[in-house]
Each structure stands twice: as structure tokens, then as C-alpha cells.
């Protein structure tokens, strides 16, 4: 019987864009799927799929599947009502992805859900590596899936060490078959208090059929909805109030910069590291493309059980290296001004921090030195407050989870959704360790991979803890990002630490959940009055905008 660190292996490895098969995809819901924005895998589009109330109330779609080379698709479904003549369809000719619906349904055509950069038919299925990060996996023994060999595994939302948004999803278990042989999941069941969610599975599956090899079965049909080329409509400017608001925004956060008496990379004398440390080891090239042994990816998916973990944190930053070709254009002013005030005679900023956890949404990060009054000293959650404190007041709301990108060095597993290779053994500042080179996974060019905006990177992970001793990423040849933990200590918290006692007189301002009003509400003098004002207007406009699409959506429902 297959083990957790072979399944492990085996749903990281899943690589969809190099099998050819053919199946029947079958759903089935507890209430009427809406268009919804997949939250898993970095997915950025709206799919909704036609399905038939049944007898028994509950909702069935389905469709002909067909994958080819080369991440080529096709997913062909009969629209409830329409006969023979309603069929719809979608899927990618190997260049980009396509929609079509009969002209009669109405509407736009709604493209496939994007995952990792690319359009996979049934993501749910098809990029099993999702269940590595934010959920606990427990192997329950061999299937038999529809004739294949698979592997029965289930899925529970995890509260890791820093906190999770298990509280979003409208499941709390997950059970999957696993194909024992290319990983991905031939059935995936979710499920909420013992009842059904949704049911995905493929039927009637055969490798290798001769048709996938034909590339015309992947062509779009004429009139076809496209998504947009690799580098097409990048530089198109960004309109609307929203925007407009946001960009006026920015002219005022640039202003602001540039008469603030300390302005990052730009401290005192002494203060402020004119040079990124000089990496030792090197990091792996691109020669070291082994994939790392199950034992790694293990080693990353436990990264994220509870624990207790104290080191110290610091982060090297060079923004002029990361700033993107093309930023200076992005808004019509504003967003140029912000960019020319952070970038001339820019050095490397520096952050450090004293960094302790101990299980789900208890943590404390303390900064020693924060010299700017906007910026807070410390962070603290003891699972049911969170206090933020600034140099005059104390932001004080509900237990989340700490968002601060020193949480992507205590928890690691979102490594496992890029593409790892390496993996060897070595000591680093006294700590036996494995090193690994990071890259996209398969189309995924465009995902953010936690604190990560540019490949490669390289990653040194703790062989105790799972936690990344270092994490270093390259703009071109220059080192612009490099972020590790230090002193690192395993012994237990005591809880009074997570806590922040707040001395009287001093004043609090309770959350909001707006992450403008937020930020405001904490900004000291006449700067703070200024930006409070801002964001007012601000969220005015996001508000009259968010009250007419909901007015639209509901007009579209009806309909």
C-alpha cells in the first residue's frame, strides 16, 4: 500500500500537459452552480458549465473530454433544452484557450478557468497539487476507479501554523481517487457536515486514444470567445473610476514618499546595507534539474503542521532591480509619480524581525527598528485577537492570519506549486538542510508563488522544521530579493507572548476589514487626515461601482 510521502509524490508529479486521453466528465451538485472565481491554484477565470436539475433536486452536468499533446483540449457538453443542435464546447489548441455557446443561450461565452498560466479542462481533476498546500491528507487504501488502479486519499482543510482560509471554502472534507499510475484525481467528492457539495469524476477514461493525436479536433469552432496571446493587449492602459481613483491614489502615496523623513532604502548613515550579502552556497543552476526525492516534497507538505518555532527574520530588498520594464506607464500619472519616488538613488532596504509561532493563528513578529511612524513595531495573535501596534496607537481585530511575507519562511509548502529540482543534502549556519532550485510549473509563468515575482529562485529548507533558512530571487543577473530565518529555536511558547497588553491611555482603533480604511485609520498626523479622506473617496467609488455590478449580476440571473 502506497504511503503519504509516495502520494505526495505522486500529486506533485501530475502533469496533465503531457498525457492524451479521452473520458467522459461527469458533476454533480447539492444546489445550482453559479459562475465562480476558482480560489485554487491561482485561478483568475469564471467557469460555469451547463447543468440539468434532477428529480431528486440536485444538479448534473457533464462532457466529452478529449486531451492531446502539448496541453492541447477539448470539452464538449449538451445544453440542457437545446437537443441535438445545443451543444457547447471549450478548449485550447495549444496556443491559447477558447469558448463557444450556441448563439440562442445568450451572452458572452465564458472562458475556461485559468490554473498555473494555463486553461486546464477540469482543474478539480486535472491539478491534484492544490491538496498539498492548506490541507491535511490521509491515505485510505487502494480503488479500483472506473477499471484504473488508484489510490483512495482524503482532504481536510488545515489550520497550519500561521492560520488558513479553510473558513472560506463550502466544503470541510475532501475525498479523491488518485490514479495510480499519472497522479491525477479520476473522483473528487466534497462534502460539508456528511453531505454533498459537488461530485467531479472522469468515466469511461482511455489512454493514448489515436484521435487526440489529430490537432484539427482541438481547433476552435468559428465564432469562438479567445483569450488573449502571450504578451497580447500587456500595455493596455487600465480604465474606469476604480482605477482612476486608485491612480489618484498613488499620486498621493508618491508625494508622500518623497517629503517623509525616512524613505525606504534610504535610511541614516550606517543604517541601511549598500550591497545584497554575497550567497554561499551558489545558488543551483540550471544543470541541477533533477526533481527533488519524495522525501523533500514530504518534508515541504509538514512544513505547515502546527508547532512551535522562534528564529529571527530578515529581508534584503532591492526595489530598483524588481521594479517591472513598463511600470513607469501603467497609470496615467500616478502610478509613474509613486514609481519615480521610490526608485532614484535607491539602495537596498533592509528588514529584520524577531519571529515566533505556535499554531494556527498564534504568532508574534517583533521589529526592532522601525523608524517610519506608519509602519508597525509589532504583530501579535493569540488565536483570538490580533493586536498591531504603532508608535501612537494600537489596530486591534479578530484572530487572522499574519500577512506579512515572513510567514512564506515559516510555512513552505507553497513551494509544491511551482517546479522544484535539486534537493540535495548540506549544512547551512550549522543546520543539515536541502537546497532547491524553483521554477513555474507547467504554463504557470504568470503565477505569484507566495512572496516570489521573478525566476529563479533558490531556496535552502531546514531538514527539522521545513522552514527556508534562505530564499533568494534574480532579476536578470542581479540579485533583488533575498529573505531568511535565523537563530532558529524549537522549544515551546509560552501564550502570554502572543498577547499584547495594552497600556492605559493608549489609544486603539478597531478594524474594520477595509484594508484601506485600515491603513489609514493608523497613519499618524496630517498625513493620516489626508489619507483618511482619500480613502474615503475611495471607497465610495468602489462601492457605487461593486452596488451596479451586483445590479447587473441579479438583471443577468433573472434572465
Known sequence: MAG????????YRADWTRLSLSAEMRSETGREPLPRLSREGGSRWYRAWPVERQDNG????????????????RLECSVPGRGAEGEAAEGNDGERGWSWRPPEVGGPPSLPVKVGGAYPPVPELLCPSCLLGGYTLEVLGPVTARGREAIAVAATPRRD?????????????????????????????????GELVTLTELTDLTMNPPEAADPGRFAPPPGSHHSESPGENRAETPSGPVWAAMDLAASGLGALIRHAPHRPGHGAAG???????????????????????DEVLDLLYRSGEPRDLGATARKWLDLAAM??????????????????????????????????????????????????????????????????????????????????????????????RG??????????????????????????????????????????????????????SYAGDTLALWSELDD?????????????????????????????????????GAKGTAARAAAEAVNRTAGAVSAARSFLDDLRGRR
Do not use: K
Open 161 to 193: 501554523v500561521l492560520g488558513s482560509g479553510s473558513a472560506e471554502r463550502p466544503y470541510d472534507r475532501i475525498e479523491v481517487a488518485v490514479d495510480a499510475e499519472v497522479g491525477i484525481l479520476l473522483r473528487r467528492i466534497e462534502t460539508s457536515g
Open 271 to 293: 543604517e541601511q546595507p549598500e550591497a545584497m550579502p554575497s550567497p554561499d552556497p551558489a545558488p543551483l543552476g540550471s544543470a541541477d534539474g533533477s526533481p527533488p526525492p
Open 488 to 524: 532558529i529555536s524549537t522549544e515551546p511558547a509560552d501564550p502570554d507572548e502572543f498577547r499584547v497588553h495594552v497600556p492605559p491611555g493608549t489609544r486603539t482603533v478597531e478594524e474594520t476589514g477595509n484594508l484601506i480604511t485600515d491603513a489609514a485609520a493608523v497613519m499618524p
Open 58 to 73: 440536485r444538479y448534473v452536468g457533464g462532457g466529452a473530454l478529449l486531451i492531446g499533446p502539448g496541453g492541447r483540449w
Open 323 to 416: 521594479a517591472p520594464e513598463g511600470f513607469r506607464t501603467a497609470g496615467r500619472g500616478g502610478f509613474g509619480d509613486l514609481f519615480d519616488a521610490m526608485t532614484p538613488e535607491m539602495n537596498v532596504a533592509v528588514t529584520e524581525a524577531r519571529l515566533r509561532v505556535s499554531g494556527p493563528d498564534r504568532y508574534r513578529l517583533d521589529f526592532p527598528r522601525r523608524p517610519r511612524r506608519i509602519d508597525s513595531t509589532t504583530i501579535a495573535c493569540d488565536g483570538e485577537r490580533r493586536w498591531q501596534v504603532f508608535q501612537d496607537r494600537i489596530l486591534v481585530g479578530p484572530a487572522a492570519p499574519l500577512r506579512d511575507d515572513f510567514a512564506f519562511l515559516a510555512d513552505s509548502c507553497w513551494l509544491l
Open 4 to 11: 503519504l510521502p509516495e502520494v505526495i509524490g505522486l500529486l
Open 419 to 472: 517546479r522544484l529540482s535539486g534537493g540535495a543534502e548540506l549544512t547551512y549556519r550549522g543546520r543539515p538542510a536541502r537546497q532547491l532550485r524553483v521554477t513555474p510549473g507547467p504554463g504557470g509563468e504568470e503565477v505569484v508563488l507566495g512572496p516570489l515575482f521573478m525566476y529563479p529562485t533558490d531556496a535552502i529548507v531546514d531538514a527539522e522544521t521545513g522552514c527556508l533558512l534562505r530564499l533568494i
